[in-house]
């Protein structure tokens, strides 16, 4: 129903539409609308009805929101570009104008690297604050509103080196390396699996979050890049540099 590629398999940061586009057409069921089909059998669901009992939903459950929320707006705008390079994406938007470095005039070229500028505006879109001189990957290790981490959790900033910035999404199955959402990544906006990061960031806002995540011993989800890369409709460019694949 949701034509997912593949289509038995589900990632973190996918929406889904389940029996019907909207929660309108939940709260308000039809004939056969009150069914969900699993492997060709159609199974009930109960409908709430709220404590005036008008049909309406008592609450629309959103997707968990603390679990750094600026994953989806990068996520979304990944899916949006499907594998399309700078150039390209620089007719529409300019991710270093939308954060205030708007002296920078393109995404094109070397001397415009635009990855931090693109983790800066996912950040900024989910209320969270930049770091002074966006543009620049290093500069969040200098900024006091980030705060380095000792593990890496999904959706921290890793710093590649000192010229590069993304964030975390898991790992690769077969290397065991760090797979980053970012952007500038052969000129796109694509997964890419690094070697593990020099250091991992988060906003100082974020950090008993991500402390939770660290001390549950939870690890990292491992994936297929390719297969990730394909799951959001990205063609993703052979990747070179500090890049394993």
Same mark, same amino acid.
């Not at 308000?28 to 404590?51: F, N």
């Not at 980053?180 to 000129?187: A, I, P, R, Y």
């Given at each position: 129903?949701n !034509?997912?590629?593949?289509?038995?398999?589900i990632?973190?940061g996918q929406?889904?539409?389940?029996?019907?586009p909207?929660?309108? #057409?939940?709260?308000?069921?039809?004939?056969?609308?009150?069914?969900?089909? #699993?492997?060709?059998?159609?199974?009930?669901?109960?409908?709430?009805?709220? !404590?005036?009992?008008?049909?309406?939903? &008592?609450?629309?459950?959103?997707?968990?929101?603390?679990k750094?929320?600026?994953? =989806?707006?990068?996520?979304?705008?990944?899916?949006?570009?499907?594998?399309?390079t700078?150039?390209?994406?620089?007719d529409?938007? /300019?991710f270093h104008?939308?954060? $205030?470095?708007?002296?920078?005039?393109?995404?094109s $070229?070397?001397?415009?690297?635009?990855?931090?500028?693109?983790?800066?505006?996912?950040?900024?879109k989910?209320?969270?604050?930049k770091w002074?001189?966006s543009?620049r990957?290093?500069?969040? #290790? #200098?900024?006091a509103?980030f705060?380095?981490i000792d593990?890496?959790?999904?959706?921290?900033?890793?710093?590649?080196g000192?010229?590069?910035v993304?964030l975390?999404?898991?790992?690769d199955?077969?290397s065991?390396?760090?797979?980053c959402?970012?952007? /500038?990544?052969?000129?796109?906006?694509?997964?890419?699996?690094?070697?593990?990061?020099?250091?991992?960031?988060?906003?100082?806002?974020?950090?008993?979050f991500?402390?939770?995540? &660290? =001390?549950?011993?939870?690890?990292l989800?491992?994936?297929?890049?390719k =297969?990730?890369?394909?799951?959001?409709?990205?063609?993703? &460019?052979?990747?070179?540099?500090n890049?394993?694949q």
């Amino acid at each position: 129903d949701n !034509k997912l590629k593949p289509p038995d398999k589900i990632f973190p940061g996918q929406r889904l539409s389940i029996n019907g586009p909207s929660a309108s #057409a939940i709260s308000q069921p039809t004939v056969g609308s009150g069914e969900s089909k #699993a492997k060709g059998i159609r199974v009930p669901v109960k409908t709430e009805r709220s !404590k005036e009992g008008q049909g309406h939903p &008592i609450a629309i459950i959103p997707s968990d929101q603390k679990k750094a929320p600026w994953m =989806e707006i990068a996520l979304t705008e990944a899916k949006k570009w499907a594998g399309k390079t700078e150039d390209k994406i620089d007719d529409t938007i /300019n991710f270093h104008k939308e954060t $205030g470095a708007s002296f920078l005039k393109s995404m094109s $070229g070397s001397s415009n690297a635009w990855c931090a500028s693109f983790v800066n505006w996912s950040l900024i879109k989910t209320g969270y604050a930049k770091w002074r001189n966006s543009f620049r990957a290093r500069a969040v #290790a #200098a900024d006091a509103n980030f705060i380095q981490i000792d593990k890496p959790v999904y959706g921290a900033i890793g710093l590649i080196g000192t010229h590069h910035v993304c964030l975390v999404y898991g790992r690769d199955k077969k290397s065991k390396h760090m797979v980053c959402l970012g952007g /500038n990544q052969s000129d796109q906006i694509n997964f890419t699996v690094f070697k593990e990061p020099t250091k991992f960031f988060v906003p100082i806002a974020y950090l008993p979050f991500a402390k939770k995540e &660290i =001390e549950s011993g939870h690890e990292l989800d491992a994936y297929d890049v390719k =297969e990730l890369n394909h799951a959001f409709g990205i063609a993703s &460019i052979r990747k070179v540099g500090n890049t394993t694949q």
